[in-house]
């Protein structure tokens, strides 16, 4: 395992236990060159499966990818990590406990906007104007007209 901040491959393990959800172990390490300290998960390798892009493409499930979109929308926003990360983990162990060997993008698209919709509406909103890639402001502001009506649930806003 490589040193985040120095590159040096030797390091020794300080702790290691089981993650929160158990599906993996977090190791504490010690880098033996400059000496600081770094964690890192292990997980069990399992088949990952393919997601299927709009245009057609296919490419491997990517954690880190979903992670970083997710955390893009969430940038400056009331969100911890620990929600973004409790919510991937619970997608990632979805899919593969799943078995499919394929999963289109849309399903995983719309279970992020579902996830974000309930958590915070401006992540939403950010994250719905990449994933739906609007044509044009028309549709832009259907959305947030939708939006508002499931929000508002017929209560009065802002105390009026």
């Known amino acids: ?26 190791r504490r ?13 292990e997980r069990v390798e399992a088949s990952i499966p ?6 057609g493409r296919r490419e491997e499930f990517d954690r880190d990818k979903l992670s970083s979109g ?4 969430c940038q400056k926003r009331p969100v911890s990590v620990n929600d973004i990360e409790d919510f991937v ?16 993008s849309e399903v995983l698209g719309e279970e992020v906007m579902d ?3 309930g958590l915070d509406e401006v992540a939403y909103v950010r994250f719905a104007s990449v994933y739906r890639s609007f044509k044009d402001l ?10 508002v009506g499931d929000s508002s649930g017929g209560r009065k806003r802002g105390g009026k």
């Open 29 to 41: 390490r010690e880098c033996l060159d400059c000496s600081r300290r770094f964690t890192t998960y």
């Open 50 to 55: 393919m997601v299927i892009k709009k245009d």
């Open 89 to 104: 983990e619970k997608i990632e162990r979805k899919i593969l406990e799943g078995g499919e060997r394929e999963i289109n």
């Open 70 to 73: 997710i955390s893009r929308a």
């Open 138 to 147: 028309k549709e832009f502001m259907s959305e947030l007209k939708d939006l």
């Open 1 to 26: 395992m490589k040193c985040p901040f120095c590159n040096e491959l030797q390091n020794r393990v300080i702790d290691s236990r089981l993650s929160k959800d158990g599906h993996a172990i977090r």
């Open 115 to 117: 996830f974000l919709k």
